[in-house]
């Protein structure tokens, strides 16, 4: 059975996204394989690993943080549309305009001024401008990257925010005498606007978060470690480390939200922090999932793993069968006149080749000294997980790989 490349990359006029009709434009770079993912929704699936560790996060918020009314302090928003505007992205958090995260290389644009949100942080201005203090979201984020088994398109995030004023921060009677704010220096601890104490609280209150949630997820004596980060929307901001298989894997990255973002959302008397934690990577270390594409899995072998869990019972995934490897390259010279990016390749091949594709990587760039054409060489790994690919598929679907790079992207195979 050949496979049909249907819709090509660039071939009809509009998209549809969640019901919407986008028009095409010069900054439309989505792909049907990557819309086939947005309502999939994992992370609402209660017995889906993802849903299982969120409602384990949830809970935790839940039970932890309870207001003096008896309700829970941080509100939870999980349906939030994907498509987001270029603003909420990027701009409402104070993006630079010339940052590389906004490149149409990384991101995955309906047009020039909507795209699959790349973080959760995106909806952190319209919840803050609406009047919520403290929240949790929960959705799919969309990037463009290279490919292997612990790099989806396709992943998810856990953000959060929490909101104070001066009387949650001092509990004394009399806090008239007592500032959050003062006109002095940004140092590696504060921002302009912070007095010292009011940065050094911020921090404390939430590295004393996220150390009581990485513990309640890893055990008591998981080895954790902060280290510095820079976010543009945060400052001080940091990075929180968990020690994996010998290795530090990044679990997620926080800070003190910038005071600028609050203004610019009418809050002149609170300050705040902030975090972005990816689900996946915390799913992988707590179930022991080897392979971030199972996450996308309808496979019952999968599914049924964790039919029967609730979000603190302890699952240890087991493989189902491991089926060969196969390994095929490709070399072409990259067109003369039109831009050309790996990461156009990249999604060419997930495109065509879909969830067979386990790795690509470039393994040879050479510049041609008299014609100056330069050639890529790229190592395409291709398996698949219920059974073994036989040398004629894989060839089939190498076969359209190349072809369709030729079409779309304009490369000349070499031979
Ligand atoms: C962010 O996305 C920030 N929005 C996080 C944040 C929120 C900072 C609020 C400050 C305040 P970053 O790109 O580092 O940051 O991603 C956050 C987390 O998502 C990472 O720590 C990691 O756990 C996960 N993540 C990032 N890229 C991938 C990927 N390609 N695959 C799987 N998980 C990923
Ligand atoms: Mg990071």
Redesign the pocket.
């Known amino acids: 059975q050949r496979r049909k490349f249907s819709v090509a990359i660039n071939e009809k006029e509009t998209i549809d996204v969640c019901g919407k009709k986008y028009q095409r434009d010069e900054w439309t770079n989505v792909t049907p394989k990557i819309l086939s993912h947005v309502g999939r929704n994992l992370h609402l699936q209660e017995k889906h690993p993802l849903g299982l560790l969120k409602n384990r996060i949830v809970n935790h918020f839940y039970s932890q943080y309870i207001g003096r009314t008896g309700n829970p302090i941080f509100s939870v928003f999980d349906r939030l549309s994907p498509v987001v505007t270029v603003e909420q992205n990027f701009d409402s958090l104070l993006i630079p305009k010339n940052h590389i995260s906004r490149l149409k290389s990384d991101c995955y644009y309906i047009d020039s001024g909507h795209l699959l949100r ?4 995106a909806h ?1 201005v319209e919840l803050i401008k609406s009047g919520i203090d403290s929240y949790l979201t929960v959705g799919d ?1 969309y ?1 463009r ?1 290279e490919i292997d088994s ?3 398109p396709v ?1 998810h ?1 856990l ?1 959060a ?1 929490r909101l104070y004023s001066k009387h949650e921060i001092y509990k004394q009677e009399d806090i008239s005498g007592i500032n959050l704010f003062e006109n002095g220096d940004e140092t590696a601890e504060k921002q302009e606007v912070h007095t010292l104490d009011t940065a050094l609280f911020l921090q404390a209150e939430l590295k004393a978060c996220l150390e009581k949630l990485a513990r309640n997820l890893f055990g008591e004596d998981a080895e954790i470690r902060w280290v510095e980060s820079v ?1 543009p ?2 400052h001080p ?1 940091f ?1 929180l480390e968990v020690l994996y298989n010998g290795n530090w894997l ?6 003190v ?1 910038k005071q600028e973002i609050l203004a610019n959302c009418g809050i002149t008397d609170k300050v705040g922090w ?5 689900l ?3 799913a992988m270390r707590l179930y022991q999932i080897p392979d ?1 594409r199972l996450f996308w899995s309808q496979d019952t072998g999968f599914l049924n793993q964790f039919r029967k869990a609730t979000p603190t019972s302890p699952v240890t995934y087991k493989t189902i069968s491991v089926f060969p490897q196969c390994t095929n390259d490709m070399s072409f010279w990259l067109p003369e006149s039109t831009a050309f990016s790996p990461n156009d390749f990249y999604d060419l091949v997930r495109q065509v080749g879909g969830d067979v594709i386990e790795q690509v990587t470039l393994i040879d760039e050479f510049n041609h000294p008299k014609t100056k054409l330069t050639s890529h060489c790229y190592r395409i790994v291709y398996r698949h997980m219920q059974k073994t690919l036989t040398k004629t598929e894989v060839n089939r679907v190498h076969e359209d790989i190349g072809s369709e790079a030729t079409r779309l992207l304009g490369v000349k195979l070499r031979v």
Not at 118 to 121: D, F, I, K, L, N
Not at 274 to 278: H, L, M, N
């Open positions: 790349a973080h959760t942080t952190q984020v990037r990257d612990s790099h989806y992943f995030q953000d925010a976010f929307f945060t901001s990075e990044e679990l997620l990255g926080c800070g939200m902030a975090f972005g934690i990816g996946e990577r915390l971030i």
